[in-house]
C-alpha cells in the first residue's frame, strides 16, 4: 500500500537534523505509530519522482538491526519519508557519559550485523554512520537509519556545512577536496563505525571541540594526527575491536567479518546483558536532563542577566 499525509495525524517533533524536522505521526488506516522525515529540496516534480522511486528499494531492507521503512512521497517542494517509530530516539541523547563495556559489545553486534546485512544483501553503503542515525527502542532494540540509497536524493542534499562533528574517514576527508566522491568505500564506513563506537564509550565526540579550535584544526587531526583510541579502562578486546576500525589506510582497517569474529564480539555472544534495563535507564537520564535544561532556561527568563 502506498502512504499518503492524508492518513497521517502528526504527532510531536521528535528532532531535527541538517535537512529537516522528524516528527511523530500515527498511520490512520493501520493504527502504527511512525516517524516521518521532511526534507525540504528545491526541486522539480521530475527528480522528486525519481527520489521516491529510489527510496523503493528500502522495502527490501528488511532486518532485526534497520528501521523499518513505511513508504515515501512528495508534496510540493518536500519530500515525506515514513519509517518505524523507535520510542527511545537515537543513541547520541542515551550515551549519558559512557556506556558500560557490556552494552558497548551489544550496540557495537548489532550495528555492524546492520551494515554487513547493508552491503551484502543490498549492496549499499550506509554513508552516514554517527550516534544520531543509531536508534533504540524501549525492548532494546538497536537499529540503524538513514543510509544512502537514493543518489539523486544524496546530490540534491548538497552538503551546506560539514558541521562541527564529522564521522568521515580520512581518505574521505583528503577526497573532498579533490571532489572525488570514487574514494568512498564500504571500509569508510568502518571508520565512522569506530569512531561512533569511541564516541558512545567515552560519552563524548573523540576529537573534543576544547582541543581543536576550529573544523579545519579537527580535520587536519583526522587526517594527520594519531586515531583515537578507548581508554585503558577498557578490556584488551575492546581496545583492539576499536583500533581496527580506526586505521587511517582503507585498505588495511578491519572487514564486518573479521570484526564479528574478533574476540570483543566473541566475548559479547557469551553474556547475557540487559539491554531493557539500560535503556529504561538512559531514558531516565535523558529526561532528567532535558528537565533541568526546561527549569535553567524557565530561570533565566525569569532573572534575566
Ligand atoms: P543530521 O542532519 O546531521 O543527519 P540527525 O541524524 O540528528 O542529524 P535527522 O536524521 O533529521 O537528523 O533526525 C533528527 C532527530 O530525530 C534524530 O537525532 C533522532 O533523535 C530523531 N529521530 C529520527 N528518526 C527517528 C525515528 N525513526 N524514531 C524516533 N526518533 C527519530
Ligand atoms: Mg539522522
Known sequence: FAINMDQ????EELGS????TVKRVLHRPTNVAMAMKEIRLELDNTKLNAIIMELDILHRAVHSSIVEFYGAFFIESCVYYCMEYMDAGSLDKLYGVGVPEPVLG??????????????????????DV????????????????????SGQLEKSLAKTNIGCQSYMAPERIKGESQNALSTYTVSSDVWSLGLATLEIALGRYPYPPETYSNVFAQLTAIVHGDPPELPDSYSEAARDWVNRTLVKRPESRATYAELLSHPFLLEDAQRQVDMQGWVARALQWRDAKRQERIRKQEQEHQHPV
Open 106 to 127: 551489544r550496540i557495537v553486534y548489532f550495528m555492524v550485523k546492520g551494515l554487513k546485512f547493508l552491503k551484502d544483501e543490498m549492496q549499499i553503503i550506509h554513508r
Open 17 to 20: 537534523g541538517a535537512y529537516g
Open 130 to 149: 554517527k550516534p544520531t542515525n543509531i536508534l533504540l527502542n524501549k525492548k532494546g532494540d538497536v537499529r540503524l537509519c538513514d543510509f544512502g540509497v
Open 8 to 11: 497521517l495525524q502528526l504527532g
